[in-house]
């Protein structure tokens, strides 16, 4: 069974931290761009961050500007999982956060959210004090 699952998502509070988690299953995510996405109440979904497959790894990685400095997203090949590094997380950060993952259109992290080939269900981060 193919699927994506995130998970480690919750309530903090501004300027805490939490850490997300995408896990694979049914295939191997080393060969995936992986992008993490996020949509507010009333609001479009937005790219986030991106990391591209190991073997386009001298392709860079994705930050929106809206987090850059603040997220930091990595790969664990081993446990076919890539994770969100979320610090000083803001009120505006409050949304249901998606990864997602590519490699027939590009695994690469260029035109974010096109052809994206598998789709998780999301998890919720709320920032409030």
């Known amino acids: 069974q193919v699927q994506l699952v995130e998970s480690g998502g919750g309530l903090v509070q501004p300027g805490g931290s939490l850490r997300l988690s995408c896990a694979a299953s049914?295939?191997?995510?080393?060969?995936?761009?992986v992008g993490w996405f996020r949509q507010a109440p009333g609001k479009e979904r937005e790219g986030v961050s991106c990391i591209p497959s190991i073997s386009r790894s001298d392709f860079s990685t994705y930050y929106a500007e809206s987090v850059n400095g603040r997220f930091t997203i990595s790969r664990d090949n081993a446990k076919n999982t890539v994770y969100l590094q979320m610090n000083s997380l803001k009120p505006e950060d409050t949304a249901v956060y998606y990864c997602a993952a590519r490699t027939r259109y590009s695994s690469t992290c260029l035109d974010l959210g096109y052809g994206m080939d598998y789709w998780g269900e999301g998890v919720l981060v709320t920032v409030s004090s």
């Open positions: 049914g295939f191997t995510l080393d060969y995936y761009a």
